[in-house]
DNA sequence: GATGAATGAGCATTCATTCAT
DNA sequence: GATGAATGAATGCTCATTCAT
């Protein structure tokens, strides 16, 4: 076993002008197509290239890699999903500062529903980022900085109605509510169980809604 | 995706002398070996053979391919842990028929704990299997193969106390609940959060107890 | 710049059977035939494989690169010259162990000749050889522990008729009459210079042995 | 290699502008710096261009490929050599025409001190350059071109003073002298042997003073 | 049965060069 | 004149799998 220390370039281009910036999206969105399509490991750089119908070479230079392009494409999506939850969640809480049990409710419900519908993402791309947050440290560091900032959300909303929750550990608690709601989020979207979506939606919502409220 | 097979010939040798089960042994010791330190993907047969001590051609003898020993390693992990806690309820459940609602109590933390200690593998080896159980449809099906016997462990356990369970639909209960508690064995095994796992486990149990059961 | 360590295999197969010794002797005779003709940045290992009549795996399994056949097939010419002169030194103090003046010239001249001589190698691949030696540290490290071994040679020459010596200098002396000769070499099979190979001979016989002893 | 080109379209704009001078300069010296730095088969256009604060495009309108830079650097390197090697003889001989034996000596150690010292060029260059020169016919070529002047100029010295030079095939020796010095330079140069540079220009001297003049 | 030499399609990546803007 | 986006042939290398010994 020999160690050689070999260095990466680093070249890929940043497009300023209009027509490169629509080359990129042209890859981005070929790119996102084939892994949606036959997952990430059965596409190449040719087949995103010729996708996006420019050459093998013009991929590699916005791109240094296949993974790069993966990044950038679950980055966009866990980015939309944290900033949608979130701007919603601002929005609702300056609407209606008041802090009754009942809002505290409600505003769970909207929470975990927010979340359960924000990933629009096709299922089959997700099995292939949630593979590829398990496989690679590059892809688990861009999920979990994303996922820090809807688990900052909750300990917020949950300092914010603490005299409605009935638990004090708020950080293992918000850890295992997102966890929790998006393994659900999972069964729901891969629905390989045969129970309907509706029936895990509402078993969800009552499993967190329990753990998190004392009873009225 | 190297080569596309219509036939699959399924040459795989089943050893029935002593010194075959031992060489298959070594492969897949050697496989999951390799699995858990570098990857599935990174790990390739001729690296398999080696390190059984084996010759590449003596791999193909037993195994049509490398998925086939991939199979064989989870198949054997999943079939373990079922059996553990399957084992361990019909023992407590025999020896204490009474369905009070403390035993009921008593059985569901028992079965949160057995099912997050028996997961004795390696927490490399698991994200590969949960990764594969993502992207391979074989290997999916295994697992779920394996996860359905808990689920009606479960729901059986739910009918036996179901004077004492608050939730009234079975089947999509005991789903969330293994699902929950996988996702927080992974949590507290790949543990990249910062929160201890003896945290995650008291909550893990909270959330759930409190699901299944009525307030005292 | 991002910097990234690799492990480089080192998968070299060192064949033991008849077979194997066969194809990675063909595949170093289409090497060297094909660096020769075509020159070494010109050649590929594609074809190299194509000249041995092997698949390009099999030109992989038994080097791990390009670069390693080179230094393969410069090791063995380089070791040739300086076995062949070493042999040729040893006989000849061997059979005349007397050190008379004469006697020194007449070593002098045969190890020239014997320098001038032992280089069969073709001139095409030469410039190669010195090309690469220049340009690459392995095979300027393979060169180098070679010609050590000819200056070694040279020292114990002068240290044996140290009497009919002229220069105190042994070391540099060595060197200096090494690269010396070597470069007269390289004008003789490079011959561009429309300089007959006889006269640039005489002349670097003359240049050394003037060097080396005093008037007589 | 890449592109087998029949037609030489020689498209090279030769820049008569201040501005343009300036930008072949810059490109020059970029290219330059990454030839001595990396090597010339490791460096390419774009990083020339990159190094040159230009865009690709601009590097192709000054010369027609990579090895035109790398050409156009050598030539200048060797013509500087030569000029100065011949303008210092001129003056010498100027200056001192007479044709003592004491004078030859001196005016051969100061040429060959003159082509010591004047090589400016960094090792690592020397080295590319003298492969390149043994893999590429044109390079040769240039490199041939301007010894031929420094071998004319030491046949005009050895012409000059031949009543006190020994050996009588001027060509020959011209040609020995100048390659014998050629190479100690390298040596001195690339210092890989732990010889001091002060022992092998002392033998140097002393080698070549010995095969031009008789015993005093 | 075991071996390991041989295969060759397949993939990631590079780069000299062109040319529309 | 300058630019830099785009090209695509070419290359080094891998590895699952076969099969003669």
Known sequence: MKKATVFLP????????KRGIETKEKIV???TKLF???GYHQTNAQQIAAGAE???GTFYSYFNNKKEVFAEIIECIFRNV?????LNFELKTYKNPADTYKEAKNLAQLIINQMLSE?????????QILAMALLDKEIEK???????????????????????????D???AALILLKFTEEMLHQVKFGSTGIEKERLIRETEDIALRYLLPNP
Request: glycine share 0%.
């Open 119 to 127: 990933y629009k993402v096709n299922h089959k791309l997700l099995k």
């Open 36 to 38: 949606t399509e036959k």
């Open 170 to 172: 708020f950080e293992a």
């Open 82 to 86: 944290s900033e949608k939850v979130l």
């Open 54 to 56: 420019v050459a093998k």
């Open 142 to 168: 861009i999920r979990r900085t994303e996922e820090k900032k809807i688990i900052n959300l909750l300990i917020l909303y949950m300092q914010t109605y603490k005299e409605h929750i009935r638990i004090s």
């Open 10 to 17: 680093n070249k890929a281009r940043i497009p300023k002008q």
């Open 29 to 31: 969105k070929s790119a």
